[in-house]
């Protein structure tokens, strides 16, 4: 993704021709599958006016479009970043009998529609009650590259509400194992887990924390945290079951990796919903 800040009246397309390296078809492609942003909002028209201190952004669709219920957060041609509601599964399982209720195929539906050859591939997941940042790759050898190297080359921060009062930050550190009924534990021969909070508010009852892990195990945040006896409020899975809590308090807030091609830096958000603030009032 490339940023450059305008220093006079200019149309767009003789902007690009001048500041961006590329061919006149390169130039219209990016334009017509609307790579191209000014001011965070997406321009097509080549004799857009061009202000000075106008901000163009090329190779990132920064305009939050919807898919039904999913909000996209970017794409291009090699990424596709959602921000994924609580209560839909990442990928179907077998236990899931409406396959088309998942996210892998409302988006694999999404970019067929543009090219019907287009594919997209599930790098990581999030739980059904999770919601947040969840990145998909668009093409195989990416996916591989990434899965390859995630703990090495992703930082995801999560917010949770939990039951009670907690520390005002901890790291906690366990082996976790799961069973034949895909229930993780903590046990002495499982593999390393370790997550780290910080508290950003607490009322009498609930804590809002920041969440930082440092690996990626299955229900790690979720157990963790149980271990503490700081179950995730809504977790029916790990915490206490309580009807006045409509969903599971939990929501990737941020993802950052190291594209193992260009080695930039990508950042994605999405911030969670005004329940969780509510919740500690």
């Known amino acids: 993704m490339d940023k450059f800040v305008v220093l006079k009246e200019e149309e767009l397309y003789s902007f690009l021709r001048n500041n961006y390296k590329g061919s006149k078809n390169n130039i219209k492609s990016l334009l017509t599958k609307e790579l191209v942003s000014v001011n965070e909002k997406i321009v097509t028209k080549y004799n857009y006016l061009l202000k000075p201190n106008d901000i163009v952004t090329i190779g990132a669709k920064k305009v939050l479009s919807n898919i039904g219920r999913v909000n996209i957060i970017y794409e291009d041609d090699n990424y596709l970043v959602v921000d994924k509601p609580s209560g839909m599964l990442t990928i179907s399982t077998e236990d899931d009998s409406n396959s088309t209720s998942n ?11 543009k090219n019907s050859s287009a594919k997209v591939y599930v790098v990581h997941r999030l ?9 998909f790759a668009k093409n195989e050898k990416l996916k591989d590259k990434l899965q390859d190297n995630w703990n090495d ?43 780290s909070y910080e508290k950003v508010k607490n009322n009498d009852k609930y804590s809002l924390l920041k969440v930082d892990i440092k690996t990626g195990r299955r229900n790690q945040i979720r157990v963790q945290l ?26 990737a807030a941020c993802l950052e990796i190291i594209d193992p091609i260009t080695k930039k830096k990508l950042k994605f958000e999405a911030k969670y919903d005004k329940s969780f603030t509510k919740m500690v009032e």
């Not at 996210?103 to 529609?113: E, N, Q």
């Not at 739980?127 to 990145?135: E, F, I, N």
């Not at 992703?154 to 194992?177: F, H, N, P, Q, W």
């Open 153 to 195: 080359i992703a930082k995801r921060i999560y917010y949770a509400v939990v039951v009670g009062i907690t520390k005002d930050k901890e790291t906690l550190k366990s082996y976790l194992k799961e069973n034949d009924k895909l229930i993780t534990y903590a046990s002495k021969d499982g593999k390393l887990a370790i997550t």
């Open 103 to 113: 996210l892998y195929s409302i988006l694999s539906s999404y970019v067929k529609k």
């Open 127 to 135: 739980d059904k009650d999770t919601s947040g940042v969840l990145l």
């Open 226 to 251: 149980k271990d503490i006896n700081h179950p995730i409020a809504g977790d029916t899975k790990y915490g206490i079951k309580d009807k006045t809590v409509k969903r599971m308090m939990l929501h």
